[in-house]
């Protein structure tokens, strides 16, 4: 079993990585906003996916993830979505889960 | 992540599936990701589908220069080489699309046909007239309250001028659908590297040169995109190109993948049988 802890870190520091070209406003922590904060894009979440999955071992349905987190009904102002976003703590708790699940279906 | 050096240049790329190859070629400004989540799972299902970041876009290395299609088509049979891909189907997004074609009038031999999805070609920009296009003051509107202000004068104007306002608009596709566009990508190509310059370059793609392109084309279009004209034109004048128009956007590959999908299956399964070529130029007469 992997703890949250430990994912944590991970995910942390693949993000870091992954978004080392650009200045960051304020660190990346567990409470960081994705999109808001970190200003994730498309192309970085396909980064991060491809790392997790170098790391863990397996791919995990990160669309699933995705569809549960910004597919709500919409909010739209001034052409805008509101209230779409996720923290990094929600991702982190999302792929612990997914771990253990697995490890927890093989066991038994 | 993956990289593969070609040219000279670290590209971004990523492989699924297995079987015939398929390169997708992604737009200025866009990324290997505008395909993945949209038409390659469906493609991978039947072919080996390569996807990559285009020089200066993604995770590839952004040199300085060399963002003309001619470029840009180097890079793509480079990346072929490198991959160890001897012939591929190539399908272009808007200026992917012109990478392709170009990659095709320079090396049919490595190219088993084309898809040309929205896609506008530097020698034939007098071809698609903004002041005759409808949607132009529609477009206008719905670019006003973003303060994105389009010329008075259609036929001064270019739709690349549109590239740099991009940030003032909300993201189209993608994991940032509606909301702000984020621009660290776009600024960094706009200010280090010659890119919105050289993509106007016609180069050796000549009107002249685009007619001898042999190979099989699919010509796909949205019915109100100010591109239609292009498609049109290169139905009429190659040897091998089919226009299929329909309803949707110029972002209807990743907005509705399905939409480009089912007619590349077909497209790519005309070609095996080799039943392409447009009837109105299998006879030799044009109605």
Redesign the interface.
Known sequence: VITYEAVLADVIRMLETIMSDWDIEGEIRETSLVLGDIGLESIEAVALATEIAERYGRELPFAEFLSARLEQPEQEEAGYLQGKDFTVGELVDFVTRELNGQVRGMAG | ??KVTANGINFHY?QHGVGTDVILVHGVTS????W??TVVPDLAERLRVTVY?LRGH??SDVPPSGYTTGDLAEDLRGLMDSLGIEQAHLVGHSFGGAIALHCAARYPERVLSLVLAETALPALRERMPIARWPGWDKLRERMS??GVKLSDDPDSWDLNELLPELPKL?TV????????H?D??LQRLATSTTCFVDLRAVGDLTEERIRTVARPTLAIYDDGSPFLPIGQYLEDTMPECRLLVQEGTHYFPAVAPQELARPLLAHFAAVERGSTVAPHHAGGQDP
């Not at chain 2, 596709?173 to 702000?180: E, F, I, K, N, T």
């Open positions: 992540m993956r990523q990324n290997l990701s505008y993945l989540l970041d993604g995770f309250p973003y909300p596709v993608g994991l940032r659908r509606g909301l702000p984020q660290r990508r």
